[in-house]
Structures are given as structure tokens and as C-alpha cells.
């Protein structure tokens, strides 16, 4: 079968959708993106069921940070990534005013910036080189000497090689968009199912029938798998497994004074990101570790992310812990995210693998595949991001 999105529409008059009526839409994951998927569909008319194994949004949507990062997180020869984050991220200010105004909870959506600093003479030469990149890549940053950054931030170490300032890398609280997206999905009229894991897309001649749920079929015209690190578990053949795999990270929280906290940027350091909230909380993140599933909180880890942070802002030693606590990034082969329809199974769409930019990119990923859903295309900023850039055809050609 073709990868072509007459797929995704032709599905829309499947067995179980009348003629000329929005399709009937099961998604399997209540992280972030299957939510804001279910509250876009639902919104439109389509009849919506989200299955999520687990509680809703206890994933790594609740472990995240909620960077918008695009420019800060800039690397050689992830242009298309960068296109797709630049995108998304500005998407994210009408995204979250619609949110907000649908759900009535407010997201934090703070734009103060970004602000990437080197501590030692290295940490400058290696910024310099960032900024380079990034203004060859047409961003707009801008370089600060020390005491620029000091006047920003008095509370950072005391020797500073400079800083790269992103103006537009803003932040969001993404456990406050669980909760709105929880609240618009209700309104919107999409039904949540927790506790109920999906076992395996069924299919008849290559064509989606619903999705099996505790040994029930479901039936849905279209299946979305926003499935997260958890995606490669669902059984889609006769379509490949997904390249998908948890990437583990671990993070904690400290307690400031939101009347005086210590910064109010979000802080790049060597080694470590600290992002402040307005309630007094400040995050503390994150590691990286091939480690699966596997859950544990560890005193290694946790003393890097501490002395990273203090190196950078040592006033922190004095603040309370207030939480500690392990997240799961969805990492497929290249780090990329995995969108759109599949080449294998008619009916069945990707929106999965976005890593470490989960909340950075879920305005993007949101519109694209509502877009892709209702419409039966792909916009062209998704286009290098199909599932068939893993199959062996795509990789000879």
C-alpha cells in the first residue's frame, strides 16, 4: 500500500461512520498529545475515545518541564526538526489562549526567555559556537556579556563567561495543561477511558477495524497511537513496530519564595536546566539514561542534577526539596518524532517519538494531525517525520 493520505480519508466512510459523517476516532494514549488530539477531533465533530493504560497524564507529560526550547536546543543537521519546533513554537501563544478559554484554567504560559550561560572559559567557547549555529540558522538570540547576564539574573555564580539570550524559548506548566486538556476534552464531548491498555490495532485487510481493550474490540474508523514511550507495546501489524523506546529521566523540584524567586528565566547550564515557576517551585532536570522502564530514583542521579544546578546558581543549597521523581521521554531511532499515516495499515495515524520535545511541539503535532485526520493531509513541516523515513526502501533511496 502507498503511503498517500487517501488512507486516512477514505477511512472516514468506514463501516462504522456514516456516509459523509466525521469519522469515529480511537486514540490510544492520554498523554498530551492524545488529549489535545481528542479535544481538536471532538471539537470538529468526530466522535472520540481516548484509552490510556494508566491514569491520564501521570506520563511524561506530568514529568516534563515544559520548555518551548526550539532555539536554545538548536543542533547540526536537525534542520527539519528545527523547522517543525520553530513551528510549534509559534503556535503555542493561540494554543494556550484557546485552551485556556475552553477550559478555564490558566497554563502559565511565561514569556521572560531563555537564557543559556557558560561558567568557565570552555563553557564560553563552546557557546560561542552555539550562537554561531544559531545565527547561521537565522534565530534570534542574541550574546550577553557577564554582566549583561547579572544584571537579568543577580542570583547566578559568581564567574560567568556570557550567556546567549532566546528571547522567544519560552515555558509553559504542563502538568496545568493536563489539567485544562482534561477539562476541554470533557466539554468538547471525547470520552476517557483509564485503565484501559490497548493491546493491538485490529485490522481486516489491511484496514483499521478498532483497537482490543481488555480482549474487547472497540471499533473506531481511525485509530491515532500517541502511545509515548509506551507506543512500541501496541501491537499495529500488520504495520512494522514503531522504533520507539524509553529514554529514562530523572528530575526533583525546589521550593522558593515566589515573592522573591531566585531567577525568573529559564537557566541553561553545563549539565542541567532550572526552570522557575510562578508558584515558588523550581525545576531541577534532567538526566538521560538508557535504562527502560526502569523507575528508580538514584543517589547518583540525583546528586548530578543537584551539583550541576549549584554550580550554576548556588543560592539554591538553602532551598527545600520538594519533589523527586522519574520520567519516561519517547526516543524513536533518530530522536524524532514519528507523524502522520501508516504505509501498512489504512486508517491508522502516528503521533509519537517526540523525545525530549514533547510540550515544545505539542501545538504542532496537534494541528498537523487534527489537519491530517480531517482534511487527509499533511503539512509539509511534518513531511520528513513519516514512520517510512525507518523502512529499508526509504533509507536506500
Known sequence: MSESLSSVSSSSAGSTSAPGARPRVAIVGA????????????????????????IAGQGASHAAAGMLAACAEAEPGEEDLLALNRASQALWPRFAAELEAESGTCVDLRTEGTLTIGLTADDGARLRHLFALQTALGLPVEWLT?????????????????????????????????????????????????????????????????????????????????????????????????????????????????????????????????????????????????????????????????????????????????????????????DAPILGPSAEVEGLVYATGHHRNGILLLAVTAKVIAECVLEGRLEKVAEPFRASRFTPRAAAE
Open 31 to 54: 498523554g498530551v498529545m492524545g488529549l489535545s488530539l481528542g479535544w481538536r477531533l471532538a471539537r470538529a465533530g468526530c466522535p472520540v475515545d481516548i484509552y490510556e493504560a494508566g
Open 146 to 334: 557577564a554582566a549583561a547576564v547579572r544584571r537579568l539574573e543577580p542570583h547566578l555564580a559568581g564567574q560567568l563567561s556570557g550567556a546567549i539570550l532566546s528571547a522567544e524559548d519560552h515555558q509553559v506548566d504542563n502538568r496545568k495543561v493536563v489539567a485544562a486538556l482534561l477539562t476541554a476534552i470533557a466539554r468538547a464531548g471525547a470520552r476517557l477511558h483509564e485503565n484501559s491498555p490497548v493491546a493491538k490495532v485490529e485490522t481486516q485487510a489491511g484496514k483499521t477495524l478498532g483497537v482490543v481493550v481488555n480482549g474487547a474490540l472497540k471499533r473506531a474508523d481511525l485509530v491515532i497511537l500517541a502511545a509515548g514511550a509506551w507506543s512500541r507495546g501496541v501491537d499495529i501489524s500488520p504495520a512494522a513496530p514503531l522504533p520507539v523506546r524509553p529514554v529514562k529521566g530523572q528530575m526533583l523540584a525546589l521550593r522558593m519564595d515566589p515573592a522573591a524567586p531566585l531567577v525568573n528565566h529559564v537557566i541553561w547550564a553545563p549539565n542541567s536546566y532550572i526552570v522557575p515557576r510562578r508558584n515558588g517551585r523550581l525545576i531541577l532536570g534532567a538526566t538521560t539514561e538508557e535504562k527502560g522502564f526502569d523507575t528508580a530514583l538514584t543517589a547518583g542521579g540525583q546528586l548530578a542534577l543537584l551539583t550541576y544546578a549549584w554550580r550554576a546558581l548556588p543560592a539554591l543549597e538553602e532551598l527545600p526539596i520538594l519533589e523527586q521523581w522519574v520520567g519516561f521521554r519517547p526516543g524513536s531511532r533518530d
